[in-house]
């Protein structure tokens, strides 16, 4: 029992974002970011480095843009349909956006069109909503390689660290997301 006390115990590992992520293999938030000179869906699981970045063009959210998405998925919850009664919820200012609008439109933001390495979207994970999106404010994009996984001879994981920011700068989701790659 000593033994395997001994060799289960937790290390801790202190340092700037730039070493943990050296250290870990994995993007750590705050560590340097790779400005990349083309599209990174564009690039291959092996051109594809921790830290590499696209940031998007801002998109407005319009109450069109929320009406519509409440009647094309049935998602009518009073927060995105009646201002009044979003105003007495101790959460929201009047009417905001469906977070999973956000998403979508955060996907349009990003995502290439053309086929490519990216071979498809295989999940989320760690998806939170930090602070909601009225109507009129604009939406931008970060997504950053986090880590890379080999999968098979063909292809890999590429798990992508995406934030969500409003015109302020605020934080308005944040979430993983999993893509396969090719080689």
């Known amino acids: 029992m000593r033994g395997v006390m001994h060799y289960m115990q937790r290390t801790a ?10 250290i870990g293999g994995r993007w750590v938030p705050g560590a340097t970011e790779i400005d990349a000179d083309v599209h990174p869906f564009t690039r291959k699981f092996g051109d594809l480095a921790l830290g590499d970045t696209l940031h ?86 970060r997504l950053t390689v986090k880590a890379k996984t080999p999968r098979n001879e063909e292809y890999g994981e590429v798990r992508w660290h995406v934030t969500l920011t409003n015109q302020d700068g605020d934080k308005v989701a944040e979430y993983e997301l999993l893509t396969m790659n090719s080689f």
């Open 13 to 22: 590992i202190q340092g700037s974002p730039d070493i943990l992520t050296a």
């Open 56 to 141: 998007s063009k801002s998109r407005e959210v319009t109450l069109a843009d929320i009406e519509t998405f409440a009647q094309f998925t049935g998602d009518t919850f009073y927060a995105h349909m009646d201002d009044a009664a979003a105003k007495e919820n101790p959460f929201f200012p009047g009417r905001v956006a469906h977070g999973y609008l956000l998403l979508s439109f955060a996907a349009g933001l990003f995502v290439q069109a053309d086929p490519g390495p990216v071979l498809a979207n295989t999940g989320l994970d760690h998806l939170r909503f930090m602070k909601p999106v009225s109507p009129g404010d604009s939406i931008k994009v």
